[in-house]
């Protein structure tokens, strides 16, 4: 099946800065990447997702990049802000029936 | 927006009780799941329905676990008996057909077991 590791598990960074999370994944099917993040107490809310066929995707301050060759994939957040902060994680799927595998997640906190 | 909803918010059990949680998904979303998400790490698939029928358990723990979706629409969780072990948020999700379309989590059941 599936694995998805995620680094780093921890993320300080000051308002303002950019922060990158990164992922890789073992199975060279997957080709739907989603990301989540998760507010302390609150449930998972997606925030981006790319699919293969995509090299690249933003939103506003968010980005995710997609390496198929090396399997790896990251999260970009520009000009970071204190609501950003929580816990971001990353997934992998092969289409259809199949199932999200999460990465183990990255507490992302962000300084005044 | 709609939302998916779970019930209850908070349980706490002792060990060897039975323990039951409730998930609505969002209407007309046919796949439904079961994740549970320890402190500190990703949500781990328990159960993923298609309409009724069980997709993937591959993942739950049979013996004490089990999962029901009768009309392919609201489903229930239930742990008898509860471990130590099983302390740990129960999250719910749907997805409009499974697959690669997006998964729309519950607020989640947070399980202590005593």
């Known amino acids: 099946g599936e694995n998805v590791e995620q680094h780093p598990s921890t993320l300080s960074v000051q308002e303002g800065d950019s922060a990158v999370i990164k992922c890789t994944y073992s199975?060279?099917?997957?080709?739907?990447f989603p990301w989540y993040k998760q507010e302390l107490g609150k449930r998972p809310q997606l925030i981006i997702d790319?699919?293969?066929?995509?090299g690249e995707k933003k939103d506003q301050r968010i980005a995710v990049t997609l390496n198929k060759t090396a399997k790896h994939f990251s999260l970009h957040i520009t000009e970071t802000q204190p609501e950003d902060s929580a816990v971001y994680f990353c997934?992998?799927?092969?289409?259809?029936?199949?199932?999200?595998?999460f990465g183990k997640g990255t507490m992302l906190l962000v300084s005044p | 927006e709609a939302e998916v909803a779970q019930s209850p918010r908070y349980k706490i059990t002792e060990k060897s009780q039975a323990v039951a949680f409730w998930c609505d998904p969002i209407?007309?979303?046919?796949?439904l799941y079961w994740y549970r998400q320890i402190l500190g790490q990703g949500p781990e698939l328990l159960v993923q329905?298609?309409?009724?029928?069980?997709?993937?358990d591959s993942q739950l723990p049979k013996d004490r676990f089990s999962a029901e979706r009768l009309k392919g629409v609201d489903s229930t969780l239930k742990i008898q008996p509860a471990e130590l072990g099983d302390s740990a948020m129960y999250l719910c999700?749907?997805?409009?057909?499974?697959?690669?379309?997006?998964?729309?989590f519950g607020n989640g059941t947070r399980l202590t077991v005593t």
């Open positions: 999700a749907s997805s409009l057909v499974g697959g690669v379309s997006p998964l729309h």
């Open positions: 199975d060279s099917a997957s080709n739907y």
């Open positions: 790319i699919r293969s066929n995509v």
């Open positions: 997934a992998a799927i092969y289409s259809g029936y199949s199932t999200l595998t």
């Open positions: 209407s007309g979303h046919a796949t």
């Open positions: 329905f298609q309409d009724e029928s069980v997709v993937d």
